[in-house]
């Protein structure tokens, strides 16, 4: 079951394989935790739900997707992109989303700063500065380093550049 949510985070729909409400079909989500160029943090939704629901107009760019994984967190999507398609004889809405988290560090550039002497904690809170995110859990240290941050990057650029530095995962 996912929860449908708009701009504003408020609850518009459900999508469920259950019941007479909006089915949805082939859903999968994609994670990174590093690529060929070394740690990396990615998270991506894929998901399609067919037409004559009124949740299929809510499928659209500004709109959410909450999933409670099997883990027990919840997982908050923001749809980006969606085309027409056809599963079998159905025509669907495939939507593409991403993480909200991911989502947000993209949009945001983060400030020129060096630290002479940063701590994981320090680190990854600058880049989450007036993002509306912080860290839940950090039990990692991993030291002490000189940080330059350059203008221009996004705050993902850091999360991925600190994550190599620090050793760290998400």
Sequence with gaps: MYLILDPDLKVCGVLSLEGKGCK?????????????QGKIWSDTLQISVPYGYRETEYMT???????????????????????????????VKR????NRLAWDLTHKIVPARTFTNANSQQAFEYILQ????????????????????SAGNTAQYWLDQLTQQFGVEI
């Design 61 to 91: 760019q500004g709109y959410h997707l909450l999933k409670q994984g099997g883990d027990g967190y919840f997982y908050l999507y923001r749809i980006y992109d969606w085309e027409d398609a056809a599963v079998g004889p159905v025509h």
């Design 95 to 98: 939507v593409q989303a991403m």
């Design 24 to 36: 949805f079909y082939d859903d999968l989500r994609s994670t990174k935790i590093a690529d060929d």
């Design 130 to 149: 007036q993002t509306g995110w912080e860290i839940g859990e950090n039990d990692f240290f991993g030291g002490e380093k000189k940080l330059e941050f």
